[in-house]
Structures are given as structure tokens and as C-alpha cells.
């Protein structure tokens, strides 16, 4: 057996060579997790993106342009922030944010998103009506609920396609 392995004969430098090697294994395994996570947050996102302006115009909102990976700024107001993806036309805008697995923090976030953009737009004097909608690989039912309580659209994989529920009522107007 050699020393390495015997913890009563390892020296500091072995012991830190072998805390380094790890580390750096750690390290490697980390940024692997990371790409794959980033892989498939596009995987959702590309298929939410495939049908998104159909599905919503057959819920009678005609969207003409999808912007993907909105970002806005205002210095002044200290405000910014990044959507991804924001259809519009000249009476509405939907403002939807994706998530691999969407939770109800995500929904808060994407609610404190839509009060800064509102801030964006009326600096610009944008007086479009502003509605949302929440997407995920995985939505839990709760989140579900939570959201279309709120008010936003909620569009989700369902079988082999995705779809849009509706919020009871009428969807919040941002």
C-alpha cells in the first residue's frame, strides 16, 4: 500500500497535491453541469419559441414581430433587465420569460421584471398595454395555479406539443 493511500504516512505536500487534483476535478465537473444546464435552457427555450406567435394568435392577440432575448436599460431610472422573448404589435406586448423547471420564484421575478420594464416603457412614452406569460420545461401544478392567479399566460409542454393556458378573466395588464 502505498503512503498516499495510507492516511498515517501521508505527508502535507501529498495531501495538498491530492486536495488540488480535486479541486480542479470539481472544477471541471462544475463547468460540465453548467454547459449542459445552459443546453438544455435552450432546449426550452427553442420550444417554446417554435409556435409561440400561432398559439397566441389563435387566442386572438396578432403578434407580428418576436424579439428573443429583449434587453432594456434606463440609466436615469437605474433600471434594466432582459426578457426573453417580447412579441408585439402596436396595441400589445407580451413580455414571457422560460425556465427549465419554472417555480413560483420565477414567477415573483419575472412580476418584478414586468414593474421595471413598465417604468422603461412609459419613459419612452410606450403606452402599449403589456401582458405576460411564464414558461417551463417542467411547471408544477402549484406554480401553475400561482401564475395564471397572477394573471399571466402560462405555456407549458403538454405530450408531444406545448401549450397556452389561459388566466381565468382577463390576463393582468403591466
Known sequence: MSSLHNPATITYEQMMALFLETREQMKETDRKIAKLGDRLGQ?????VEGGIIRMFRDLGYDFDVCNKSFQ??????????????FLENGEFALLVEVKTNLTVDDVR?????????????????DKRQFIAAVGGGVVQENV?????K?????????????EVLVPEGKPKVW
Open 43 to 47: 432546449l426550452v427555450e427553442a420550444m
Open 72 to 85: 432594456f436599460r434606463n440609466k436615469e431610472l437605474d433600471i434594466h433587465g432582459e426578457i426573453d422573448f
Open 109 to 125: 421575478e419575472h412580476q418584478d421584471r414586468l414593474k421595471k420594464f413598465r417604468l422603461w416603457a412609459d419613459a419612452r412614452n
Open 144 to 148: 401553475k395555479i400561482f401564475a395564471l
Open 150 to 162: 397572477q394573471g399571466m399566460f402560462v405555456v407549458q409542454q403538454s405530450g408531444e406539443n406545448v
